[in-house]
């Protein structure tokens, strides 16, 4: 069974940084592209970042570029989402997708809440 935990949400003031997590389980890590999309109240999911299977290859949101950085470490399962410079637009729960070929699956998320 495929299991993506998400883990590092919160609340951060204005300005501040933030680290997510998200451990896969009972998928071969390495072959998989994995990314970080998020959804705000009353929007669709959105892509933020994205990372190819060996790391390669990062490209990222508009909003999010020189803010946010993705990385992975194939040997722990786990894709990593850096946030600096966090604006109160960024609130949203972060969800990380694991996607190979028409193959994907979702994490449950975590909340960010960006607010003095």
């Known amino acids: 069974q495929v299991q993506l935990v998400e883990s590092g949400g919160g609340l951060v003031q204005p300005g501040g940084s933030l680290g997510l997590s998200c451990a896969a389980s009972?998928?071969?890590?390495?072959?998989?592209?994995m990314s970080w999309y998020r959804q705000a109240p009353g929007k669709e999911r959105e892509l933020v970042a994205a990372i190819t299977s060996v790391g390669g290859s990062t490209n990222y949101a508009d909003s999010v570029k020189g803010r946010f950085t993705i990385s992975r470490d194939n040997a722990k399962n786990t894709v990593y989402l850096q946030m600096n410079s966090l604006k109160p637009e960024d609130t949203a729960v972060y969800h990380c997708?694991?996607?190979?070929?028409?193959?994907?699956?979702w994490g449950q998320g975590t909340q960010v809440t960006v607010s003095s």
């Open positions: 997708n694991a996607r190979r070929g028409r193959t994907g699956y």
């Open positions: 009972g998928l071969t890590f390495s072959t998989y592209s």
